[in-house]
């Protein structure tokens, strides 16, 4: 066993404590990482809330950047001294990884939220010897070393450590709005775009679009302070819900047509109507934002009927062991500047991090561990 640091969730606590705990040596396809740094995510917050599925206690994170430490004996995509960046799990052999959409993987939901290897045990162990839920997301990515996925490890070429942990979030946040519109909507020369929800994944959907040949990126949002960084980001246009009718304002935009592609990232169920709703004939929303499990949806079925189409997406539909290398690229060419986002906390703030990423303070926390 090795032993570690970790920010522990327990049921009940609302915050995550970083206790001694002890870690197995990664098994034949597992990787040993040393985490440099790891993003906070709603999706942590919402789990450590007990929102979500996953069984506390457990090391939750998803986000991580580090370096290899060890790799088990079938390991063949990474090797010891590598910088990786950590993202979500998949088992790659059913006919979604096989076709180039693991994020479809037909056992997405256990792999990533049971915090738990596919065979139910767990890597990580409390100070008293009790089981902690691990391999998160594949990677568990709230400790200063952890067992990874090999399939959650992508290797990246970086210049150092400050640049690696810059690069954490693009292992879930921006490469699900990027790839959403990249991977899925994939708006074509002159389209309208709109993007409901202007947090880090609403925003990454701005720069995403900023890449296409969309004629107009409209961002919608009730936060003046993200609306302007939207601007910054490549939005041509915003609306200000507390101000303006999002529908009636899309209507002028578009001359009473409507939006080509919609992006709806807030998880609010009122925005995902009017992502719909702002839909011209032909479009087609994309639903990214997670709000908690049963929550419905609604919207006027005839409506639909004339080629307006709804689509769920996950990860932005992202192959992460080619789509992160590409984000990567993009962002040291200066064309998916993100960085605006993005505040560093460390390790010991970790729920002041939380905290403002709950209230909107922060777009994208990211945590130092090293």
């Not at 609306?239 to 919609?262: F, K």
């Not at 990214?288 to 079925?301: E, K, M, S």
Request: glycine share 14%; proline share 5%; charged share 20%.
């Amino acid at each position: 066993m090795i032993e570690t640091q970790a920010a522990v969730a327990r049921p009940g606590a609302g915050t995550f404590t970083w206790e001694t705990v002890q870690v197995e040596p990664p098994r034949v396809d597992e990787v040993l990482v040393r985490i440099v740094a790891v993003g906070i995510c709603h999706t942590d917050l919402a789990t450590r809330d007990g929102l979500l599925h996953t069984r506390l206690p457990a090391v939750l994170g998803h986000e991580g950047a580090g370096v290899v430490e060890s790799v088990g004996a079938e390991v063949t995509r990474v090797r010891e001294g590598d910088a990786v960046l950590l993202t979500f799990s998949s088992c790659g052999r059913c006919r979604w990884c096989r076709s180039g959409h693991p994020a479809y993987c037909a056992t997405f939901i256990p792999r990533n939220f049971d915090a738990a290897r596919p065979d139910g045990s767990t890597p990580f162990r409390d100070a008293g010897g009790q089981p902690l839920g691990g391999r998160f997301f594949g990677q568990s990515s709230f400790a200063r070393r952890t067992v990874v996925d090999e399939r959650s490890v992508v290797p990246v070429d970086v210049r150092d450590d400050e640049e690696l942990a810059l690069l954490a979030p693009l292992g879930c946040g921006i490469q699900t709005g990027v790839g959403a519109i990249l991977n899925e909507l994939r708006p074509g020369g002159g389209a309208v775009v709109a993007v409901f929800g202007a947090g880090a994944v609403g925003l990454s959907a701005v720069l995403g679009a900023a890449l296409t040949q969309a004629g107009e990126i409209v961002a919608i949002d009730q936060h003046a302070a993200r609306l302007d960084l939207a601007r910054r980001m490549g939005a041509t246009e915003t609306i200000d819900t507390g101000e303006q009718d999002p529908l009636a304002r899309l209507g002028e935009l578009t001359g009473g047509r409507g939006v080509d592609r919609a992006v709806e990232c807030s998880g609010v169920p009122a925005l995902l109507r009017w992502a719909v709703d702002s839909l011209a004939v032909g479009g087609e929303v994309g639903v990214v934002g997670a709000p908690p499990v049963g929550t419905d949806g609604t919207f006027d079925v005839n409506f639909l009927l004339n080629g307006r189409r709804i689509r769920g997406i996950t990860e932005g539909d992202s192959d992460p062991e080619a789509f992160l290398p590409a984000l990567v690229r993009q962002h040291r060419s200066g064309r998916l500047p993100y960085d605006g986002m993005v505040r560093t906390y460390s390790a010991d703030r970790i729920d002041a991090a939380a905290e403002d990423a709950a209230t909107g303070q922060v777009l994208k926390p990211v945590l130092r561990l090293g």
